[in-house]
């Protein structure tokens, strides 16, 4: 991206962001002309800025399934490490799994947000290729979910509530991974949050790819960042299955509801956080707002509760996931 009213942005393009892009560079253009001390066009780029506003509006409004996967995924947007920075206080990372080692793609630790102290477990993918490659993509191995629920009856024992950021395409499934049990450490997080005795509060902030996600996500509440995806599996992954090629990826996208407005309609989150307009990435400051407030304020209602009604509720919305119920008449012999 380029810069725009004092935004910073990583030097990327999505496609459909094209004809933004030129406007930007235009307008980039004219305030350096107006600045070298040319003619005033100050007029000129106010309509400019009116203009690319409208067409932001117009191509965020209308951002399908794909698309929205493309700015999930964007380098510019903001992962934990951003987040921490601009969100938390005092923060304490932890380390390891007291069983194999620690695992970089599962951050973990005590941090205050807001008024609340907080126990943060959250996935980190890393900003450049050597930091994405320590944290494997945000993939994390069996360690990393070890290493999560060993902090979480920690937070229990001490009786703080446990804010988990789900960002990541999936659970790591190579050899190795399930050769130390990946899928029986999932399984062992589910249900052990499903009775831990503090409140918990998840977002997935960038992708949500299946049992990846669900290992930091049986939640009181679950909300969704706006231009995020949660679904069961990635749509190339799907698009392999399905049509024997990745090709078909946005075929993929449309058919499995990955957006967050599919998954608020399907009851799969509780919540939608909006985003800035064009995207977390355009401004983080502001989406880290608007999560804060978020996360403050959930936790804040959930501490009114007994511990006994909210374990009850969450198993209860645990076991409800994927429930279905059919029309009569409409099954096919």
């Known amino acids: 991206m380029t810069a725009l009213q004092g935004n910073m942005q990583p030097t990327y393009e999505l496609e459909f962001e094209r004809p933004l892009i030129r406007l930007e560079k235009q307008i980039e253009e004219l305030e350096a002309s107006m600045r070298a001390g040319g003619v005033d066009i100050g007029p000129e780029i106010r ?4 203009s690319h506003t409208a067409m932001l509006r117009k191509i965020y409004e209308g951002l399908g399934p794909w698309n929205t996967v493309k700015v999930a995924r964007h380098p510019g947007r903001p992962q934990t490490g951003d987040y921490l920075r601009l969100m938390f206080k005092e923060f304490t990372e932890l380390h390891g799994d007291r069983h194999y080692g620690d695992d970089p793609a599962m951050i973990t630790g005590f941090g205050r947000l807001g008024s609340h102290k907080v126990m943060l477990i959250a996935h980190q993918k890393g900003k450049d290729t050597k930091q994405r490659i320590a944290c494997n993509f945000g993939m994390a191995h069996p360690e990393g979910y070890r290493k999560a629920l060993l902090k979480m009856k920690l937070a229990e024992k001490f009786n703080v509530p446990v804010v988990t950021l789900i960002d990541t395409p999936g659970a790591y499934p190579g050899i190795g991974a399930e050769e130390r049990g990946q899928a029986e450490a999932i399984a062992v997080n589910l249900r052990e949050m499903s009775r831990l005795r503090v409140p918990i509060v998840s977002v997935i902030i960038g ?31 799907c698009a392999a299955i399905l049509w024997k090629t990745g090709a078909e990826a946005e075929k993929a996208a449309e058919a ?39 996360i403050t304020q959930t936790i804040r209602e959930l501490k009114r509760f007994k511990i006994e009604n909210l374990m009850e509720k969450r198993f209860e919305k645990l076991r409800g996931l994927g429930d279905v119920t059919e029309a009569a008449g409409s099954r096919q012999t």
């Not at 309509?47 to 009116?50: P, T, V």
């Not at 967050?260 to 989150?269: E, R």
Request: hydrophobic share 40%.
């Open 47 to 50: 309509r400019l800025r009116e």
């Open 256 to 294: 499995l509801k990955i957006t967050a407005a599919d998954n608020l309609k399907s009851g799969t989150v509780d919540e939608v956080i909006e985003e800035p307009l064009g995207g977390a990435h355009r401004n983080p400051a502001v989406a880290a707002d608007r999560l804060e407030k978020w």
């Open 207 to 237: 992708e949500g790819g299946s049992g990846g996600a669900l290992g930091i996500g049986v939640s009181d509440r679950t909300a969704m960042m706006q231009y995020a995806w949660y679904s069961v599996i990635s749509p190339e992954a």
